[in-house]
């Protein structure tokens, strides 16, 4: 089903400048690639499908190429205010300075985007070290709060893959060939007690075990098949603690049932 009534995109012009801005640290630039947005968003105004996405999130997806492919050409193209300081020694290699030579800071009496703590030019900076995709995730995430699936359609991508990842692991240190991903770093359960967000642990059971001891874990979603080959270890070891739960609900997944138990009232 397509869109055949009018989109109206003018409204969405302030908040895209600030997400581009956000994307690439820079004001005129930001104001360009929403142009282009907006470009790319009226030719493809007549594929626009309100049944599989608002036009907010529609605009979003679009922004966000525009970005990635910007930042893509950005990084093959040098940029002679970022070699550093000038040297007396004409044969020293070049050095890379550390700062962004194009950040600005964003004139917010131009657009009616609040006073937010998002868009400080030092934050704004920080994010600049960031690979283009997960810098991304990060704003659509946590600035913008789009959920998880919307996300996932921006970036043409799982929701797997955008949503932040912890790697608990005592060999594994390097983790740049996982999408958003973090090697824990210290001790797990602190780590889990210091998350403000929901943590699901995927993958371990010493790590569930960890965190059952110390009575951080709120909700167990188990998938249980017909036929079981093999062996394996308990979930629940033998002569433990008694643990008092109640089913959430189950549903049918392929051949098997996913079951989510919390904790039950005591």
Not at 22 to 40: K, N
Not at 163 to 185: E, G, H
Not at 214 to 226: A, V
Request: aromatic share 6%; with cysteine; glycine share 6%.
């Amino acid at each position: 089903m397509r869109h055949d009534g009018p989109v109206d995109l003018e409204p969405y012009r302030g908040e895209l400048v600030a997400y581009c801005y956000r994307m690439v640290g820079s004001f005129h630039e930001a104001e360009d690639l929403v142009q282009e947005t907006m470009l790319r968003a009226w030719k493809a105004r007549d594929r626009y499908d309100h049944t599989r996405a608002s036009t907010r999130t529609w605009l979003y997806r679009i922004a966000t190429n525009v970005c990635l492919t910007a930042l893509e050409g950005r990084a093959r193209r040098p940029l002679p205010s970022g070699l550093g300081a000038p040297s007396h020694d004409p044969g020293a290699p070049l050095t890379p300075a550390l700062d962004v030579p194009w950040l600005q800071p964003f004139p917010d009496a131009r657009f009616d985007t609040g006073t937010r703590a998002d868009m400080r030019l030092a934050l704004v900076a920080a994010m600049q070290i960031l690979p283009p995709r997960q810098r991304a995730v990060l704003v659509l995430r946590e600035v913008l709060e789009f959920s998880a699936a919307e996300v996932a359609v921006q970036l043409g991508t799982t929701v797997p893959a955008v949503m932040p990842k912890l790697v608990a692991s005592r060999t594994v240190t390097d983790t740049s060939a996982w999408a958003n991903s973090t090697v824990i770093d210290g001790d797990l359960v602190d780590v889990v007690k210091r998350e403000q967000r929901d943590v699901i642990i995927t993958g371990s059971l010493s790590v569930v075990r960890a965190l059952m001891a110390e009575d951080l874990i709120d909700e167990y979603r188990l998938l249980t098949f017909p036929t079981i080959l093999g062996t394996g270890e308990r979930l629940f070891p033998a002569g433990g603690s008694p643990t008092y739960l109640e089913c959430l609900s189950a549903e049918r997944v392929g051949a098997a049932v996913l079951a989510r138990y919390g904790r039950a009232a005591r």
